[in-house]
Each structure stands twice: as C-alpha cells, then as structure tokens.
C-alpha cells in the first residue's frame, strides 16, 4: 500500500455515550469513503461496525444510487435509511458495480486483508469482486504487519466431518447458518504466505469460502489514525 456477526444496528457511538478512539476512527474512515461515492453509482454496501458509520454517512448525501448488501442486517438498516437496496441474487441482479465499500478484521501492509468476523464473507467477497473499486475502510487499530490466524471459513453442511479432516486445525463458531446456510468457523493454523493458505482452502472440497481477500481484490484503503484519514492505494 502507499499513500461479529453481521449486526449493523447502530454506529456504536451514536447515543451510545462518549465516542472512543477506535469508534471516533471507524467513523472518520467511513465518512471518508462515503465522500467517494457519485450520483448515479451501483454501489455494493458492506457489513460490521465499521460499516454501520458508512451507512448514515452515505444516506446523508442524497445521492442516487442502486445498492447491493453483502448482508441482511446491512441491508435492513440502509433501507430504513431510505437508501435503494436491490437483490444480489440469481441473474436478474447487477452484474457490474461502481464500488464497494467494506470494513476488514486486518490489513497487511501489502493490502492483503483477513474478513469475516461477522461471518459475511462469502456475500462480501462476492460483492467486492463484483465492484471495478474495492474501498475498505479501517481504524488503524486494523492494521497488522503480517496476517494471522483466525481466518474465517464458510463450509458447506454437507460433508462437514471430512472438510474438518481434511482441513486440519478448525474450530467451529458458535453462530448461526450463513444466509446460504453454510456452516461459520475459523482456520487456525499457522501460515506466513496468505497466498498459499488462500489457495489450499481454496481448493479444499467443502470450502465455500473463506475470509482471506488478496490484495488484487483491493483498489484502496481508507485508515483513519487518530484525527488523521488516510487513502492509500494498493498497489498491483
Ligand atoms: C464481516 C466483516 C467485517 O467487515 C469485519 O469483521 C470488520 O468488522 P468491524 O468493522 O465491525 O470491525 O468482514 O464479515
């Protein structure tokens, strides 16, 4: 770079009393973000905390704009926004979107991400490689020097008991269905190249998804560090 589950309910320092620094960062980076969008942009709106900020954020623009969700509890709170929030689903849904805009669990300095704490990676991922700019918003409390375990995973029910064999070193997440019904869990196997693990899950039967985003996936970060916002390019 240069330059939990899924609930959005709230930004958690609206009324929620004083606004601490890590929560002052979330919303300083996603106001940031919001400030990228234009009229007339198909938008792909992410999930988690960070989010929440966006949200209010980008509804306070008035702009036109036709969003996707990469999760149920996004999309509640940025329709009762009055935000336009279509079906990502089947072939009717956009095939193309302007941007998306989500938060991360840990940015690497090489702008390979680790998602899905709230376990919507699989929509997010989706969604992000979907959009022709991927903006992730952090507080820098989310930067990391090198990724490290836990990376979520998004199995498939069916034959559960040889992915986990298979797999090696899951523990399972206490947490209800993905919205497509896969099982949450994370990988807690020590790694030092993200790109060998991601392909090695990748290619592991009974893997839906998992919460390792390459860098390739993100056009820019946007990290706030105190009262300082930053956009940084990944680069390619
Ligand atoms: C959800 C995600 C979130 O973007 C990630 O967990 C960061 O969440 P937060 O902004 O609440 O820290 O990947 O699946």
Redesign the pocket.
Known sequence: MSG?D?SVTEAAGAGAGAETGTERE?RLAAEAAATLVEDGMRVGL??????AYLLPALAARGLDLRCVSTSPATAEVARRLGMRVESFEGLGAMPRLDIAI????QVAPSGWLV???????TR?KAVAATADRFVVIASSN?LVERLVPPI?LELAEFGLAGTLSRLGHVRLRDVPRSPDGGVIADYLGEFDDPAELADRLSQTVGVVEH?LFPAAMVSQVVVAQGDQTEICDVEH
């Not at 998602?115 to 990676?121: D, F, L, M, R, V």
Request: no cysteine; hydrophobic share 15%.
């Open positions: 939990q899924g979330k992410g999930t988690g905390s960070t989010v989500d938060g991360a669990d998602k899905g704490g709230g376990a919507a990676h997010e989310k979520p919460g």
